[in-house]
C-alpha cells in the first residue's frame, strides 16, 4: 500500500498517490450499466467436473497491526473462522518489518489463523537499513533500494523471520521478497533485473516458498524476465500480482501459462474498487464479486488477497462485523475451499451474469454474480455427474449470505433464479455417474532428498490420504515449464537414478488413487548432485563484478550440494597473479600470500542443504586477474562454476 497510514488520509503531498494514480489512468471502475432483460430463455451452462483448470488455494486478506491496529480475539475468529457470520478466510497476509524487534506484533492473529487452517505469508516493504542505500530516481532524490552487496544478508533477514515465526508455532506457507517494487515512493525499489539477480542467486537460500514481483498492476514487465530466465525461475515458487487499476484484457498472461508451469500464479492484494467509499454501499460492492470472478477465470489466479482485512471500505468493518464488500468475498471463500479445483462452465451465459464453478469431487460450487437491474433465470447442467441436491446462499440490496431453499435438481440439471443485482452460490452435492470415483488424493508433503550421489537421489515425503486409498506417487522433474517423468512408486519414498554429476535438478510429487485421480502437485524441492570424484559436496561460482585499473570487484557464491546443512564453514583457494583481498561482506577472508581463507558472517554462517550463501569483496590486482584454479570447503573439493 502507499502509506503507513489510510490511503485517503496518507500524508506527503510531494507523494504521487495511489488515488491519483488510479484517477489518472480512469481506473475507479463503475459497475456494468444493465441492459434490458433478454426475452429469449438463457441457454444452460454447462459444468463439467471432469475439466479441470487451477487449484485454488484460498482467499484472505492483510493484518498489519502497526498501521490498522491488530485484529481482535473476536475479529481473527469473524476472519478465518467458517461457521455462520464468519468469512471463512483461508489466507492470511502478514508484513515482515525491517527491525526485527517489532516481529512479535505478527504473531497472535498469525497463529490463530493458522490454528483454524488458514495459510501464512508474508511481505516486506523495506530491508533493514543498514542494507539499505539512497539513489536518484527521476524527481525522487531520496528514493531508497536495497544494496547490491547486501542480496545475501537480505536473503537471511528473510530466512530469520520464517524461523521467527516457525519458532512461534507459524509455519509460514511462502514469503515475498518485496511488496510492489515498481510503486516504491515510500519504501524500496527494485527493478526486474535486480529481482531476478535476487532470485538466480539468492533466493534458492530461503528456507519457504518465495514470491514475486507482486507488481503493483500486474506489470508483466516486472515479472516476463523471471519467466525468461531459467535460474531465477527455479527459485520462484509463486508468481505473485497486485491488481490495482489493472483492466480486465491485461488479466490473462499466457507467458506464464506457457512458461510457468509447476509455480503458483497468487493475486496478493487488492481493493476494488476504491478506498473512499463504505464497504457497504450498493449495488457498487457487488463490483468485488465480478472482479473476483475476473481474477479466477480470466487471470486464473489461485488465491484471491484483500488489503486491510478491517477497515471502513474493507471485508470487515470497523466494528468488525461482515460488510457488503466482505460477503461478496465470503460466496466464493466459504464455499470454494483450499484444494478445490475451478472447473468448465460459461463464464458469461447471458448480459450482465457472469458464473464460475468449482468442486472437490464431491460436491460442485457454482458462484453466479448478476449485475443487471432485473432478475435473470439460468439453468445450468452437470456433465458426467448426478446431482442428488442444491442449497443456494444469496446477498443483494436486503440480504447479506442469506441461506435460501435450493431449486429442484432432475437428470443432473437445475435452474437458478438469480436476484437483480445480486450473487448467488450453489453448492450442488454430486456422486459419480456409474459409481466412478472422481475425488483425488491429498497434496503429497513436500519432498526431501537424502542420500545423493553423482547419478542417484533418494525422495522421501509426507504421504498423500484419499477416500478410497493410495494407489501410488509419481515423481517428476520440474525444468522452466515442463515436468518429465522421473519415477514411481508405491510407497513414500523413490529412487531417481540416471542423473548426472554436478547438475541441479528439481522434483515434486503427484499422488493418485486406484480410480486414476491425480492430485495437486506438491511443493519442489532442489537438489545438486556430486561431482563423482569431489568429495566436498559443494559447488562454487566466482566471477568478477567490476573492474579498474589496480582493481576490481568479485563475488563468490557457495553452495551446499549435500543433504544436510553446513554451519561455521571455512572456504580456500588460491589466487595465482597476486590479487590482494582488501575487503569482504558476508565473510571473513584471511591471506597469507596467494592463500586466502573466508570464513562466514553471522548470517551466512549455515548453508542449508540445496542452498546457497553469497560472499563479495574488493580486490587488488596487476596486470592480470585469472580466476582461482579450485576451491575447498571444510578441506572438500569443491565444483566450480
Same mark, same amino acid.
Given at each position: =500500500?502507499?502509506?503507513?497510514?489510510?490511503?485517503?488520509?496518507?500524508?506527503?503531498?510531494?507523494?504521487?498517490?495511489?488515488?491519483?494514480?488510479?484517477?489518472?489512468?480512469?481506473?475507479?471502475?463503475?459497475?456494468?450499466?444493465?441492459?434490458?432483460?433478454?426475452?429469449?430463455?438463457?441457454?444452460?451452462?454447462?459444468?463439467?467436473?471432469?475439466?479441470?483448470?487451477?487449484?485454488?488455494?484460498?482467499?484472505?486478506? =492483510?493484518?498489519?497491526?502497526?498501521?490498522?491496529?491488530?485484529?481482535?480475539?473476536?475479529?481473527?475468529?469473524?476472519?478465518?473462522?467458517?461457521?455462520?457470520?464468519?468469512?471463512?478466510?483461508?489466507?492470511?497476509?502478514?508484513?515482515?518489518?525491517?527491525?526485527?524487534?517489532?516481529?512479535?506484533?505478527?504473531?497472535?492473529?498469525?497463529?490463530?489463523?493458522?490454528?483454524? *487452517?488458514?495459510?501464512?505469508?508474508?511481505?516486506?516493504?523495506?530491508?533493514?537499513?543498514?542494507?539499505?542505500?539512497?539513489?536518484?530516481?527521476?524527481?525522487?532524490?531520496?528514493?531508497?533500494?536495497?544494496?547490491?552487496?547486501?542480496?545475501?544478508? #537480505?536473503?537471511?533477514?528473510?530466512?530469520?523471520?520464517?524461523?521467527?515465526?516457525?519458532?512461534?508455532?507459524?509455519?509460514?506457507?511462502?514469503?515475498?521478497?518485496?511488496?510492489?517494487?515498481?510503486?516504491?515512493?515510500?519504501?524500496?525499489?527494485?527493478?526486474?533485473?535486480?529481482?531476478?539477480?535476487?532470485?538466480?542467486?539468492?533466493?534458492?537460500?530461503?528456507?519457504?516458498?518465495?514470491?514475486?514481483?507482486?507488481?503493483?498492476?500486474?506489470?508483466?514487465? =516486472?515479472?516476463?524476465?523471471?519467466?525468461?530466465?531459467?535460474?531465477?525461475?527455479?527459485?520462484?515458487?509463486?508468481?505473485?500480482?497486485?491488481?490495482?487499476?489493472?483492466?480486465?484484457?491485461?488479466?490473462?498472461?499466457?507467458?506464464?501459462?506457457?512458461?510457468?508451469?509447476?509455480?503458483?500464479?497468487?493475486?496478493?492484494?487488492? #481493493? #476494488?474498487?476504491?478506498?473512499?467509499?463504505?464497504?457497504?454501499?450498493?449495488?457498487?460492492?457487488?463490483?468485488?464479486?465480478?472482479?473476483?470472478?475476473?481474477?479466477?477465470?480470466? +487471470?486464473?489466479?489461485?488465491?484471491?488477497?484483500?488489503?486491510?482485512?478491517?477497515?471502513?471500505?474493507?471485508?470487515?468493518?470497523?466494528?468488525?462485523?461482515?460488510?457488503?464488500?466482505?460477503? =461478496?468475498?465470503?460466496?466464493?471463500?466459504?464455499?470454494?475451499?483450499?484444494?478445490?479445483?475451478?472447473?468448465?462452465?460459461?463464464?458469461?451465459?447471458?448480459?450482465?451474469?457472469?458464473?464460475?464453478?468449482?468442486?472437490?469431487?464431491?460436491?460442485?460450487?457454482?458462484?453466479?454474480?448478476?449485475?443487471?437491474?432485473?432478475?435473470?433465470?439460468?439453468?445450468?447442467?452437470?456433465?458426467?455427474?448426478?446431482?442428488?441436491?442444491?442449497?443456494?446462499?444469496?446477498?443483494?440490496?436486503?440480504?447479506?449470505?442469506?441461506?435460501?431453499?435450493?431449486?429442484?435438481?432432475?437428470?443432473?440439471?437445475?435452474?437458478?433464479?438469480?436476484?437483480?443485482?445480486?450473487?448467488?452460490?450453489?453448492?450442488?452435492?454430486?456422486?459419480?455417474?456409474?459409481?466412478?470415483?472422481?475425488?483425488?488424493?491429498?497434496?503429497?508433503?513436500?519432498?526431501?532428498?537424502?542420500?545423493?550421489?553423482?547419478?542417484? +537421489?533418494?525422495?522421501?515425503?509426507?504421504?498423500?490420504?484419499?477416500?478410497?486409498?493410495?494407489?501410488?506417487?509419481?515423481?517428476?522433474?520440474?525444468?522452466?515449464?515442463?515436468?518429465?517423468?522421473?519415477?514411481?512408486?508405491?510407497?513414500?519414498?523413490?529412487?531417481?537414478?540416471?542423473?548426472?554429476?554436478?547438475?541441479?535438478?528439481?522434483?515434486?510429487? #503427484?499422488?493418485?488413487?486406484?480410480?486414476?485421480?491425480?492430485?495437486?502437485?506438491?511443493?519442489?524441492?532442489?537438489?545438486?548432485?556430486?561431482?563423482?570424484?569431489?568429495?566436498?559436496?559443494?559447488?562454487?561460482?566466482?566471477?568478477?563484478?567490476?573492474?579498474?585499473?589496480?582493481?576490481?570487484?568479485?563475488?563468490?557464491?557457495?553452495?551446499?550440494?549435500?543433504?544436510?546443512?553446513?554451519?561455521?564453514?571455512?572456504?580456500?583457494?588460491?589466487?595465482?597473479?597476486?590479487?590482494?583481498?582488501?575487503?569482504?561482506?558476508?565473510?571473513?577472508?584471511?591471506?597469507?600470500?596467494?592463500?586466502?581463507?573466508?570464513?562466514?558472517?553471522?548470517?551466512?554462517?549455515?548453508?542449508?542443504?540445496?542452498?546457497?550463501?553469497?560472499?563479495?569483496?574488493?580486490?587488488?590486482? *596487476?596486470?592480470?586477474?585469472?580466476?582461482?584454479?579450485?576451491?575447498?570447503?571444510?578441506?572438500?573439493?569443491?565444483?566450480?562454476?
Amino acid at each position: =500500500m502507499t502509506s503507513p497510514q489510510d490511503e485517503s488520509t496518507a500524508p506527503g503531498p510531494q507523494r504521487l498517490r495511489r488515488r491519483a494514480v488510479l484517477a489518472a489512468m480512469g481506473a475507479l471502475p463503475l459497475l456494468a450499466v444493465a441492459l434490458p432483460p433478454a426475452t429469449a430463455a438463457a441457454a444452460a451452462v454447462v459444468v463439467d467436473p471432469g475439466k479441470r483448470r487451477q487449484t485454488i488455494r484460498g482467499f484472505g486478506g =492483510m493484518n498489519h497491526p502497526a498501521w490498522a491496529g491488530d485484529l481482535t480475539a473476536a475479529q481473527r475468529d469473524t476472519a478465518f473462522g467458517n461457521g455462520t457470520g464468519q468469512l471463512g478466510f483461508s489466507i492470511l497476509r502478514i508484513h515482515i518489518d525491517e527491525n526485527s524487534a517489532n516481529w512479535s506484533a505478527e504473531v497472535a492473529t498469525a497463529q490463530r489463523a493458522a490454528a483454524l *487452517g488458514a495459510l501464512v505469508f508474508a511481505s516486506p516493504w523495506n530491508p533493514p537499513a543498514a542494507l539499505v542505500e539512497t539513489f536518484v530516481r527521476g524527481s525522487q532524490t531520496d528514493a531508497k533500494r536495497l544494496r547490491h552487496d547486501s542480496y545475501a544478508a #537480505y536473503a537471511q533477514h528473510l530466512n530469520d523471520f520464517h524461523a521467527f515465526m516457525k519458532s512461534n508455532g507459524v509455519d509460514l506457507y511462502a514469503i515475498s521478497i518485496q511488496n510492489e517494487p515498481d510503486y516504491a515512493q515510500d519504501w524500496t525499489w527494485w527493478t526486474a533485473a535486480e529481482i531476478v539477480t535476487f532470485l538466480r542467486d539468492n533466493a534458492g537460500s530461503i528456507g519457504t516458498r518465495v514470491i514475486a514481483p507482486e507488481s503493483f498492476q500486474y506489470v508483466k514487465s =516486472m515479472s516476463d524476465p523471471i519467466l525468461n530466465d531459467a535460474a531465477a525461475l527455479a527459485n520462484l515458487d509463486i508468481l505473485g500480482a497486485h491488481l490495482y487499476g489493472t483492466s480486465y484484457a491485461d488479466f490473462p498472461y499466457p507467458l506464464f501459462q506457457q512458461k510457468g508451469q509447476g509455480r503458483e500464479l497468487w493475486m496478493t492484494e487488492v #481493493y #476494488y474498487p476504491n478506498s473512499t467509499d463504505s464497504a457497504d454501499l450498493w449495488p457498487a460492492s457487488l463490483g468485488v464479486a465480478e472482479h473476483m470472478h475476473h481474477a479466477l477465470v480470466d +487471470a486464473e489466479f489461485q488465491a484471491y488477497v484483500w488489503w486491510y482485512i478491517r477497515r471502513s471500505y474493507g471485508p470487515l468493518r470497523e466494528d468488525g462485523q461482515i460488510s457488503k464488500r466482505g460477503a =461478496m468475498m465470503a460466496h466464493f471463500s466459504k464455499f470454494v475451499r483450499p484444494g478445490y479445483a475451478r472447473i468448465d462452465a460459461a463464464a458469461t451465459p447471458q448480459t450482465n451474469v457472469w458464473t464460475s464453478a468449482y468442486t472437490d469431487g464431491s460436491s460442485v460450487v457454482v458462484v453466479a454474480v448478476n449485475t443487471g437491474t432485473a432478475a435473470a433465470t439460468q439453468p445450468f447442467t452437470l456433465a458426467g455427474t448426478t446431482a442428488s441436491a442444491v442449497s443456494c446462499w444469496v446477498t443483494d440490496a436486503t440480504r447479506t449470505l442469506a441461506a435460501q431453499s435450493g431449486p429442484a435438481v432432475a437428470n443432473g440439471t437445475f435452474t437458478g433464479t438469480l436476484p437483480a443485482q445480486s450473487v448467488t452460490t450453489f453448492v450442488v452435492t454430486t456422486g459419480p455417474s456409474g459409481g466412478t470415483d472422481t475425488k483425488p488424493p491429498s497434496t503429497p508433503g513436500t519432498p526431501a532428498a537424502t542420500a545423493v550421489t553423482a547419478t542417484s +537421489a533418494t525422495l522421501s515425503w509426507p504421504a498423500s490420504t484419499d477416500d478410497t486409498g493410495v494407489a501410488g506417487y509419481d515423481v517428476v522433474r520440474v525444468s522452466g515449464g515442463t515436468e518429465t517423468a522421473a519415477a514411481t512408486s508405491t510407497t513414500s519414498q523413490a529412487t531417481v537414478t540416471g542423473l548426472a554429476a554436478a547438475t541441479a535438478y528439481t522434483f515434486a510429487v #503427484y499422488a493418485r488413487d486406484a480410480a486414476g485421480n491425480r492430485s495437486a502437485r506438491s511443493a519442489r524441492v532442489t537438489l545438486t548432485t556430486s561431482a563423482g570424484s569431489s568429495t566436498g559436496g559443494c559447488g562454487v561460482g566466482y566471477r568478477v563484478t567490476n573492474s579498474w585499473s589496480g582493481g576490481f570487484q568479485g563475488e563468490i557464491v557457495i553452495s551446499n550440494t549435500g543433504a544436510a546443512a553446513r554451519s561455521g564453514w571455512s572456504l580456500a583457494f588460491a589466487f595465482t597473479a597476486g590479487q590482494t583481498i582488501t575487503q569482504m561482506w558476508g565473510g571473513t577472508a584471511a591471506q597469507s600470500g596467494a592463500a586466502v581463507t573466508v570464513t562466514p558472517a553471522d548470517y551466512t554462517r549455515t548453508i542449508p542443504a540445496g542452498g546457497s550463501v553469497t560472499v563479495g569483496f574488493l580486490a587488488n590486482q *596487476g596486470g592480470s586477474n585469472p580466476a582461482p584454479a579450485a576451491f575447498t570447503l571444510d578441506g572438500g573439493t569443491c565444483t566450480t562454476a
